[in-house]
């Protein structure tokens, strides 16, 4: 790979990864693809950044001549509570996009396409403990439903047509640069913010839901790990499971209590408690380990320890 097209550069994956692919590529050499956002001053000044929407053909298929990309990262997605408020539009993003994505991707001769899954595929016919990767994907959310076809769509390119696609089934992500939008597990990150401005957080699922989630330089490890391995020793490509740690809200609350002994959590369950409910708690990510060597680093007290610190810097430098 020497040029890299990242699709959804503002989001809150794309915006660390590419700065990530930056320091390992060149700045040149990585294209942040951003959509209506305004990209941060840290996209804009580190390397290129292009308006891309993944149902732009056009304007897509011009910024891969362009720049002369040969691998895609398709982070663009609508995600499962703006999915259930807004189902078309998630098909459509999440579908649509995806499929010119590969198209291109076929045409040009990428030399890699990146298509992140998620644990939304399941629903709540799965087994919900340590979740196998090859079981029932009968997900009950339309976010779900396009993550479930997108990673056999992944699959259909790279037996039809030999194009390298991968992707894993990111679990709940948990970072300090970019909010994330839109999702239902954003109360694990949204309890860091309220818990530094507030020391006080109402959460939108209830003590006991459980969750697989992941802090964020796990997941650009797991990206990267899984984009540099050996496409040949791949028996999987578009579904791998990647777990790192699962915790209760209470869990979550009492170890943020560790460092802000005050911190008070109450709950007000909305409708994204069903769509959690119909997700696994945690994740069997063996054959990423076996395929590719995957391994996480933090866990719940190392990872709330780096989010509180971060975060009260952001507090003090009033950008938050
Ligand atoms: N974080 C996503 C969501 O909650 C799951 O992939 O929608």
Redesign the pocket.
């Known amino acids: 790979m020497k040029n890299i097209l990242v699709i959804g550069s503002a989001g809150q994956i794309g915006s660390e990864l590419t700065l990530e692919l930056r320091r390992i590529y060149g700045g040149d050499n990585v294209v942040a693809g951003v959509r209506k956002t305004k990209p941060s001053e840290k996209l804009t000044s580190t390397g290129p950044c292009e308006v891309v929407d993944a149902l732009n053909t056009d304007a897509l298929v011009e910024t891969v001549k362009k720049y002369k990309i040969d691998a895609i990262i398709n982070m663009a997605a609508i ?3 703006t ?1 259930e408020n807004n189902p078309m539009l998630a098909w459509d993003v999440n579908m649509n996009g995806l499929i010119n994505v590969l198209e291109i991707a076929r045409e040009y001769k990428m030399k890699q396409v990146l298509v992140p899954s ?3 595929v399941f629903g709540p016919t799965t087994p919900v403990d340590n979740t196998p990767q090859e079981t029932i994907l009968k997900p009950t ?1 339309m ?1 779900g439903v396009t ?1 479930v076809a997108g990673e056999l769509l992944g699959d259909y390119y790279v037996k039809k047509y030999g194009l390298d696609v991968r992707g894993l ?5 948990i970072s300090h640069e970019t909010e ?1 939008g ?5 109360y694990a990150v949204a309890i860091y913010y309220e818990a530094v401005k507030h020391n006080k957080y109402t959460c939108f699922v209830n003590e006991d839901t459980r969750l697989p989630m992941m802090y964020m330089p796990d997941c650009l490890k797991a990206t990267l790990d899984l984009m540099h391995a050996d496409f040949s020793k791949l028996e999987h490509h578009c579904d791998f499971n990647v777990g790192a740690m699962s915790f209760s809200v209470k869990e979550l609350a009492e170890s943020v209590k560790k460092h802000m002994p005050g911190f008070e959590i109450d709950y007000k369950p909305d409708e994204r408690q069903a ?1 959690a409910d119909s ?1 696994p708690n945690s994740v069997d990510d063996s054959l990423a380990r076996k395929e590719w060597g995957w391994k996480p680093e933090f866990d719940l007290d190392a990872m709330t320890q780096d989010m509180l610190k971060e975060i009260k810097i952001k507090h003090e430098k009033g950008l938050i």
Do not use: H, M
């Open positions: 995600l499962s509570a999915g998620s644990i939304a959310t976010y993550k089934r990111y679990p709940g992500i994330p839109g999702g239902t597990t954003d769509i997700w």
